[in-house]
């Protein structure tokens, strides 16, 4: 019989100060050397993962961070063949001292937009996007005309909170040619407004409108792909219900997912949601950043947080009703 593929957890730091991320470089003589990395290291048995993050910051790098301090980030499993890893993800903003590589590595700061894929060992890329995605992602409500979905866009647009900088232009309602010129003309309004649009539906639709930030899949249309669609310059979501739709949009290089309904919705009276705690779990099991979605709003941003995901996604907290 072959033996248990082992699984060692490791507590990685973000840590913010100033806007920017405390980043490293991994020795050259070690295993992916000379790539950068997020300080952090093997969690010891007995520890939890924040007992063992402020032993590794002041370990490796002479800050001191206050367990209270940490909030969970995302968590990622990394299967190497002889060993899966999962990677243990937590932020401050809260660390103490003048940070030094007291390992001898290379330690410096940089800004979010600064991280580049290539320079980190593959398993960080999730990290990374989570870095950049913001905790709220708004999402259009259906308006049934183009003239009616504009109005509405307008209107719903200023009262959005900085923390919803990416709007999704979901309008299922509308025809194909509708959509293209309801998207043509609410990319400008959410840019004037300092925000930036993610087109809906199939991937057609990223090349058809200029000016688009990235392509949100639906599940059926993601079911039929089996490769990244988008340029990875481009965000690419896929809503997701399950554990294996969340593997399948972690497959096609997604940089992040919606996961729902979580809680009864006005949309879908008398479904009552996968609830929190099958959230957390399907979470905890994925490898991209996780949106809860459905029955929330802004207030439950940290609850969602709280629960492994990156934050909340919805309509009705934002978007006008009749």
């Known amino acids: 019989m072959n033996a248990p593929v082992r699984e060692i957890r490791v507590a990685v730091g973000v840590v913010v100060r100033d806007g920017r991320l405390l980043i490293a470089r991994r020795p050259d003589h070690v295993h992916q050397?000379?790539?950068l990395e997020f300080p952090g290291g093997k969690v010891e048995p007995g520890e939890t993962t924040p007992q063992a993050l402020v032993r590794e910051l002041a370990e490796e790098t002479g800050l001191t961070v206050?367990?209270?301090?940490?909030?969970?980030?995302?968590?990622?499993?990394?299967?190497?063949?002889?060993?899966?890893?999962?990677?243990?993800?937590?932020?401050?903003?809260q660390a103490s001292g003048e940070a030094r590589g007291l390992e001898g590595q290379p330690v410096?700061?940089?800004?979010?937009?600064?991280?580049?894929?290539?320079?980190?060992?593959?398993?960080?890329?999730?990290?990374?996007?989570?870095?950049?995605l913001p905790p709220q992602l708004a999402i259009t409500g259906d308006a049934?005309?183009?003239?009616?979905?504009?109005?509405?866009?307008?209107?719903?647009l200023p009262?959005?909170?900085?923390?919803?900088?990416?709007?999704?232009l979901r309008a299922p309602a509308l025809a194909p040619l509708d959509y293209q010129a309801f998207a043509n003309r609410a990319i400008p309004l959410c840019q004037a407004r300092g925000r930036s649009a993610l087109v809906h539906g199939h991937?057609?639709?990223?090349?058809?409108?200029?000016?688009?930030?990235?392509l949100h899949l639906p599940w059926r249309e993601a079911a039929r792909l089996s490769a990244r669609p988008v340029p990875a310059s481009a965000w690419l979501g896929v809503s997701c219900h399950d554990a294996e739709q969340l593997r399948h949009a972690a497959s096609l290089g997604a940089d992040y997912a919606t996961l729902g309904p979580v809680l009864p919705t006005a949309t879908h009276p008398g479904e009552p949601g996968i609830g929190w705690d099958v959230f957390a779990d399907l979470?905890?099991?994925?490898?991209?950043?996780?949106?809860?979605?459905?029955?929330?709003?802004?207030?439950?941003?940290?609850?969602?947080?709280?629960?492994?995901?990156?934050?909340?996604?919805g309509i009705g907290f934002w978007w006008p009703r009749r």
Not at 68 to 85: F, M, N, Q, T, W
Not at 159 to 168: C, H, I, N, S
């Open 283 to 313: 979470v905890a099991k994925a490898t991209l950043p996780v949106y809860a979605l459905g029955g929330v709003g802004p207030a439950m941003t940290g609850q969602a947080i709280e629960r492994g995901g990156q934050g909340i996604a």
């Open 66 to 93: 206050a367990e209270s301090s940490l909030s969970p980030l995302i968590c990622i499993r990394h299967d190497y063949g002889d060993k899966r890893v999962l990677l243990d993800v937590w932020r401050t903003e």
């Open 159 to 168: 009262v959005l909170a900085e923390a919803a900088p990416l709007v999704l």
């Open 33 to 35: 050397g000379g790539l």
């Open 144 to 156: 049934g005309e183009l003239a009616l979905a504009l109005q509405r866009l307008e209107a719903g």
């Open 108 to 132: 410096f700061w940089l800004a979010p937009e600064a991280l580049e894929d290539a320079q980190f060992p593959e398993a960080n890329r999730p990290i990374i996007r989570a870095l950049r």
């Open 203 to 214: 991937p057609d639709r990223f090349a058809q409108v200029p000016g688009a930030a990235g």
